[in-house]
């Protein structure tokens, strides 16, 4: 599961037939009709082998999937920043947005430093992050939550990746939640700049 912060929806200028990859998205014809580019996904998506699309920046992945139908957005390529469940925990914290973690009988909780383990018999019980957040804030507005985070923030020591027999806990790097979070300034700058709330979910 993933956080994904990104300028607020606004209705498309029409529809691509894409693999994903933002160049080939941009490269596509358009289609008025969302329904127009999910038939000429499926007709392409039917062929036994497919060249990579004009722009596709993994020609040697992407053929081996399926197209789809994409929003074009007004503003062409939207911007946006991705955070694992487990990382986005501390950023939201940074940014004093709410989020709820862990689901209603208890079973998950946030992962947090320190790595809290919970042996039972021969096995251990690894907390897995669930973060239910979603939430919109004028570009200015959350440009200063931003800074005032970036100013408050400790320089982050990361965080060693973790091996329990088969099942990796990926850390972070040194001075990873300042890396992510001028990300995120360069995302909030974006909307500014073309009149958009930033919305996370």
């Known amino acids: 599961m993933t956080i994904t912060f990104t300028a607020a929806h606004r209705p498309p200028?029409?529809?691509a037939v894409s693999c994903g990859c933002p160049g080939a998205?941009?490269?596509?014809?358009?289609?008025?009709?969302?329904?127009?580019?999910l038939a000429a996904a499926?007709?392409?998506s039917a062929v036994s082998t497919r060249a990579p699309l004009p722009g596709c920046e993994l020609p040697e992945v992407c053929p081996e999937y399926p197209l789809h139908a994409e929003e074009v957005d007004p503003d062409g390529v939207v911007p946006w920043v991705e955070f694992s469940n487990d990382n986005a925990v501390g950023?939201?914290?940074?940014?004093?947005?709410?989020f709820r973690t862990g689901s209603e009988d208890?079973?998950?909780?946030?992962?947090?430093?320190?790595?809290?383990?919970?042996?039972?018999g021969a096995g251990a019980v690894i907390p897995i992050a669930v973060v239910d957040t979603q939430g919109e804030l004028a570009a200015d507005d959350f440009r200063g939550r931003v800074l005032t985070a970036l100013g408050l923030a400790p320089g982050d020591p990361g965080r060693?990746?973790?091996?329990?027999?088969?099942?990796?806990?990926?850390?972070?790097?040194?001075?990873?939640?300042q890396r992510r979070l001028r990300e995120l300034y360069v995302l909030a700058d974006w909307c500014a700049a073309h009149g958009r709330?930033?919305?996370w979910h």
């Not at 060693?160 to 939640?177: E, H, I, K, N």
């Open 160 to 177: 060693p990746d973790v091996q329990l027999g088969r099942t990796m806990l990926f850390g972070r790097s040194a001075g990873y939640l």
């Open 42 to 44: 499926a007709l392409a």
């Open 13 to 15: 200028v029409g529809h």
């Open 25 to 37: 998205t941009v490269r596509a014809p358009r289609y008025g009709d969302y329904q127009d580019a």
């Open 91 to 98: 950023v939201l914290e940074a940014l004093a947005l709410p």
């Open 106 to 120: 208890g079973a998950c909780d946030a992962l947090e430093d320190g790595l809290p383990l919970e042996a039972v």
């Open 197 to 199: 709330d930033v919305a």
